[in-house]
């Protein structure tokens, strides 16, 4: 027992010594790896720590010459140290564990590395109330990265955590929101359930006020590029990503408004039907039309109110096809529907309507 305590200390030393060039990395972590997977593996764990091998398995994480797969073996290190229990994970924490993790997920280059950093921080959170505020902060730092399995990887990180942290803080709209504009199905998948999630706290009325706003980035349709009509011609803005965003936004409200009435009242405060008939004349991007088509359809199925406003908005004819295919009406918008709804006033209607009836309302209350 002495002389595998032994020669573990001494491959540890040797680790510390010489990791910035690299000798031998793969087989001096790999040496590690037998002891602290050995049944007596508490022991060996401390006698690691001792020797400062946490804070060397943590910088090998941020090295530029170290290769993927010696990142692997280090995070896989961390993690049994983390599972050893909850005075470990306060440890890693305390020697800023969770950024050299982060960023290890931000800026790796293999996704398998990057699968397990994610493993690893999820690891630091659980049962462990001191640092679990600040794994979830660590996961909202990544939203802004670059990399799209990062990104997807923290979305998880974070819907994972939030029914565990219990709350939440208004710093993670911003990037949230600006994931919508991704191109990758995985990660605006991972963005809508934990916007679903945010809406059960205190940042929801800024929530939605925002995303009922991302609606508004289409300009006039009456200044669609003339390149956009040469079908022999690359679509430009078809990729575009404030429009692939608008798209997003008007899919996730038309998924809100049908799971609550409350947050479909709320967003209508916010001048939803005008924003999503501007959205649906945004004959920039089929898929803004398609979606804000799709979201003002169910509103106007369940509020005959907003449905005459809507057909004074379109005109008949237009709303007659809104209402038999909403999903393709964007294929037969023309400029002229698209400047009527690009000027709809249907709020404005709204507004004069109630306001025209509050008074005889309160007439009846008072005579009642």
């Given at each position: 027992a002495q002389g595998a305590s032994l020669f573990l200390t001494r491959v540890?030393?040797?680790?510390?010594?010489?990791y910035m060039?690299?000798?031998?990395?793969?087989?001096?972590?790999?040496?590690?790896?037998?002891?602290?997977?050995?049944?007596?593996?508490?022991?060996?764990?401390?006698?690691?720590?001792?020797?400062?091998?946490?804070?060397t398995f943590l910088d090998i994480l941020g090295l530029k010459q170290a290769r993927e797969e010696d990142k692997q073996e280090a995070i896989k290190l961390l993690q049994i140290i983390a599972s050893g229990g909850r005075k470990y994970k306060e440890l890693i924490c305390e020697s800023y564990g969770v950024r050299a993790i982060a960023e290890c997920l931000a800026k790796s280059k293999l996704e398998k590395t990057q699968e397990q950093a994610q493993i690893l921080l999820e690891l630091l959170a659980q049962g462990n109330q001191k640092y679990q505020v600040q794994v979830y902060k660590g996961a909202i730092a990544l939203l802004p990265t670059t990399s799209s399995k990062a990104q997807q990887l923290a979305l998880q990180t974070l819907n994972n955590l939030q029914p565990i942290v219990k709350i939440t803080y208004p710093c993670i709209i911003k990037p949230l929101l600006n994931i919508l504009r991704s191109l990758h199905s995985e990660v605006q998948y991972e963005a809508i359930e934990l916007i679903?999630?945010?809406?059960?706290?205190?940042?929801?009325?800024?929530?939605?006020?925002?995303?009922?706003?991302?609606?508004?980035?289409?300009?006039?349709?009456?200044?669609?590029?003339?390149?956009?009509?040469?079908?022999?011609?690359?679509?430009?803005?078809?990729?575009?990503p404030m429009f692939i965003q608008q798209a997003a936004a008007a899919k996730v409200i038309g998924i809100l408004i049908q799971n609550s009435v409350d947050i479909s009242e709320e967003l209508m405060q916010h001048e939803l039907v005008r924003k999503l008939l501007i959205t649906m004349g945004n004959r920039n991007h089929f898929d803004?039309?398609?979606?804000?088509?799709?979201?003002?359809?169910?509103?106007?199925?369940?509020n005959p109110n907003?449905?005459?406003?809507v057909k004074t908005s379109m005109g008949i004819e237009l709303f007659e096809m809104f209402m038999n295919d909403p999903e393709n009406l964007y294929q037969k918008i023309t400029e002229v529907h698209a400047d009527a709804l690009f000027n709809n006033k249907a709020n404005l209607l709204l507004k004069t309507e109630e306001s025209e009836v509050s008074p005889e309302a309160e007439q009846d209350g008072t005579s009642a």
């Open positions: 540890t030393a040797w680790l510390r010594l010489s060039i690299g000798t031998c990395l793969s087989e001096q972590l790999k040496a590690i790896g037998v002891f602290l997977s050995a049944a007596s593996s508490q022991r060996y764990i401390i006698e690691v720590l001792e020797v400062g091998g946490l804070l679903k999630k945010l809406l059960e706290y205190e940042i929801r009325s800024d929530l939605l006020k925002r995303l009922a706003g991302l609606l508004n980035l289409c300009k006039d349709p009456r200044n669609r590029p003339k390149i956009l009509e040469d079908q022999s011609a690359p679509n430009l803005l078809e990729s575009a803004s039309q398609r979606q804000a088509s799709l979201a003002l359809h169910y509103i106007v199925c369940t907003v449905a005459e406003q």
